[in-house]
């Protein structure tokens, strides 16, 4: 039914990053945002009202995650991602069983929505069970099954599966529509040149995504970089950059190519904490950002980061970009925030996500500032409550999240799924992979 709520603070994530005092969000009984402002300025509504706490902000958008690898949480740790992939990564996955990936997905999606993230970028091996996954824990997603050049997997099938996916069900589907279907080919490393031009031009024909892995590692696609000048060139050579597309990582970019996204409006998925962890390298986010590339934030996967909070990635990525600039200007919190939320919507090509606004879906995050983190109230300058929540608070005062409208997270637990079962049924699915 239709609700509103009001909070002594809400965050629109508008692009001034506004902090709004004493505000309402009101969403109709179709799950959308009708309102969102001052009190005051609100609309008459006889809709019941849900007094909040606190701070109201959108859900956070993880624009690159793997999440059923959380299943394979904490293996090959301390290894470069090269030999990370070869030696531990890919040799598990080919035991992945469907239920596997269902019962990894589950605890991921949970953990995401706990932490404030209501939608997220999926690439992963069986992505029909994602999508049940994710509609069974009430978040969002944006999903893709990888499509990639291995010994005995048939590269175009899985193109001509994704494609008649969507033709099947449509682009977006399930409730509030939760899941968009994407074509996620892996990287320009692993999938030959004509490969990469059929995946656009099958995404370009039904208006869907393309994910893909770009620049990641300064060694992993040193053939393509010698024979087509960088990866983002060959993408352009084989117009995979004509349509939507979202390139993850993208660490070892020239300016040139960080030019031809912003000529091609390629979105980006910045994700400092594996980026760091894999040693891969430090992207370029100020001048990605300078040249108006749209940026979101990933995790990536929970095996190479190891977690799913993307909030820590909020930090990371303002972190990383003052030491590697030497400039602690360089990024601010407010940046950093919207990164999270408005910028991931933006690098996904999404206008419906991100942001309290009408006819945006209302997916919000409700964070309860009886904490350490906010000890000098509310009632401060807006500069310093933002930094109070990026820098000091993050994830840990998340208290209720909702979907569409719907309450999925309340007071800190799952509505949908009880967590103890996804964990044991996690469990089971990990020490069976192990063997």
Known sequence: MSRRFRAPVVLPCDPACSVLRDAVVD???DGRITYCGPRAAAPDSAAPVTELTGILLPGLVNAHAHSPMTLLRGMGGDLPLVRWLNEIIWPLEANLRAEDVRAGM??????MLRHGVTTSAEMYFHAEEMADAVLSTGARAVLGGPIIDLPNVDWRAMIDAAARWIDADGLRFGPGERIELSFAAHSAYMLPPE???LTGEAARERGALVQIHVAEAADEDQRQRAEHGSVPRL???MGLLDGRVLAAHAVHLSDEDIALFA?????????PG???KLASGFARLTDLRAAKVPVGLGTDGPASNDDLD???EVQLSALLARLSTKDSTAVRAVDALLMATRGGAEALGRDDIGALEPGRWADFVHID????AFAAGLDVSDEQLLANLVWASGSRRVRDVWVAGEKVIADGEPVRVERAKAQEAAREAAARLRG
Do not use: Y
């Open 27 to 29: 969403v109709a009984d």
């Open 106 to 111: 589950v605890l991921g999606s949970l953990e």
């Open 195 to 197: 490969a990469l031009r």
């Open 235 to 237: 993408l352009d050579k």
């Open 263 to 271: 000529a091609r409006g390629v979105g980006v998925a910045h994700c």
């Open 274 to 276: 594996s980026n760091a």
């Open 310 to 312: 993307l909030w820590e």
């Open 369 to 372: 500032t009886d904490d350490f």
